[in-house]
């Protein structure tokens, strides 16, 4: 018999943050390779859930060496934002603690629930169960949320390798940017196509937020009634006692 911690959805696990660390080691140092490794790092977050349903491999280990090697990556990977956009700092801090404590409450709420996963939709609202219920939404939010913030990330440099990043501008007629400068700021124009591409991904990335947000609040209203229960069937116990 496979010991679980030896799994192959586990190992694929091991080496996501083998890859994590190395991405982290280079963020501040070449761009190219910090892309690379995390890339590769989110690729082997695919594969482990498929190789653990494939291989008949799940384990609660596994489940929540998951979720905590997502939260790291996450965090790490705002911390490395705040490094190069010290001015939004705050903002990746608040985004940090939302991403860990609504994943936090949503893992205790579905364990108190007595679910087998905190991806059960079952009980959710309406937005959660679209979220976990549908997984080509819930792949397509985290997917653009990642493409949002590896390109934020890129768009810091002006050149990469000694190669000049282009502007967005540069892809456009000259009449067109004519006309978008009666109607946009001039930073938009003057943006790099990495900034671009963060642009477009942003409105998706934000509803990942928000989804955050929602499952938090949902999350806790859950912990609370459970809490309400207790008690009420509690204190309905004791007044039996007494009566005997």
């Known amino acids: 018999m496979v010991h679980p911690a030896l799994y192959v959805p586990n ?8 890859f994590l660390i190395l991405s982290w080691v280079y963020s501040l140092k070449d761009p190219v390779l910090y892309v690379i490794f995390y890339s590769v790092s989110y690729i082997l977050d695919a594969l482990d859930g ?5 291989l008949n491999q799940c384990s609660r280990f596994g489940a ?3 979720m905590v090697i997502d939260r790291a990556s996450t965090s790490c990977l705002f911390v490395v934002l705040s490094n190069v956009y010290p001015n939004w700092g705050v903002i990746f801090s608040c985004l940090i603690s939302l991403d860990i404590s609504s994943h936090f409450m949503q893992m205790y709420s579905a364990l108190y629930s007595k679910k087998d996963s905190h991806k059960d939709p079952q009980g959710q609202n309406f937005l959660l169960r679209l979220y976990y219920g549908n997984k080509f ?3 397509l939010l985290v997917t653009m949320a990642e493409v949002f913030n590896i390109f934020l990330y890129l768009s810091y440099f002006d050149s990469i390798y000694g190669i000049t990043v282009p502007l967005f501008k540069a892809f456009l007629p000259p009449d067109i940017i004519v006309t978008l400068q009666q109607f946009v700021p001039q930073q938009f124009l003057n943006m790099n196509i990495f900034g671009f591409v963060a642009l477009l991904s942003l409105p998706l990335a934000a509803l990942k ?3 955050n947000l929602v499952q938090l ?3 806790s209203s859950v912990l609370i009634a459970l809490d309400q229960e207790s008690y009420v069937f509690g204190d309905k116990t004791n007044k039996n006692k007494k009566k005997k």
């Open 137 to 139: 939404f819930l792949g």
């Open 64 to 66: 929540v060496l998951d």
């Open 217 to 219: 609040l949902s999350a």
């Open 11 to 18: 190992i694929i696990g091991y080496l996501r943050t083998i």
């Open 209 to 211: 937020h928000f989804i």
């Open 50 to 54: 498929y190789t653990a349903r494939l």
